[in-house]
């Protein structure tokens, strides 16, 4: 083999010393070159360094170049064709043809689109999911069970103890809840 103090097989892969094997722990999964799938091996971890070592400060040959129109094209047609594939072989697998997806997808849409529609309200927002509501509200359990978030100390010169509402805003009151009550059935 001639090692000649390097410490890597044939295929450019590094071989454990023999002194190491007592002394170091059992390497990690990224130390051990494993088999891909196109027949090859991965890199070691060292073996990566030693190749960015090799590659720093080289300009990569197609810096700066720009595809030709034809070949983007070629690209294009390529991905298109791969992505059909993919897409017939999953609705070959789902037992469906194309315009029975399409009309479920659209069914999907659609029904989507009326329960956002239902959630919007009067000025223009929406009212949260009671499945988003749930994840605001631990998220921000946690985050004060951590010390994230603290609640602002309220400064006693704005607290409105003792205030009065005078007799016409009271009125103004009284007159919008009634209403409300008359025309609101989700507010009874």
Do not use: C, M
Not at 9 to 24: F, L
Not at 47 to 67: C, D, E, L, M, V
Not at 70 to 86: F, L, S, T, Y
């Amino acid at each position: 083999n001639g090692n000649n103090g390097n410490n890597s097989n044939s295929n450019g892969h590094e071989k454990p010393r023999d002194s190491d094997n007592n002394t170091t722990p059992p390497p990690e999964s990224d130390d051990v070159p494993t088999a891909t799938a196109n027949g090859g091996f991965t890199h070691t971890s060292s073996s990566k360094a030693k190749i960015s070592a090799a590659n720093k400060g080289k300009i990569p040959w197609n810096k700066g170049r720009q595809r030709s129109p034809e070949v983007k094209a070629r690209i294009a047609e390529g991905v298109k064709r791969r992505n059909r594939e993919k897409f017939l072989a999953k609705l070959a697998e789902e037992g469906i043809t194309e315009e029975e997806h399409l009309e479920r997808k659209k069914a999907e849409r659609r029904k989507k689109e009326a329960e956002r529609r239902s959630r919007k309200t009067a000025k223009g927002g929406y009212t949260p999911t009671d499945e988003t509501k749930a994840k605001i509200s631990k998220i921000l359990k946690e985050k004060y069970a951590n010390g994230e978030v603290t609640r602002k100390p309220r400064d006693p010169s704005t607290v409105r103890r003792g205030f009065k509402h005078t007799e016409e805003t009271k009125q103004k009151i009284r007159e919008s809840l009634r209403k409300k009550w008359a025309e609101d059935t989700e507010y009874r």
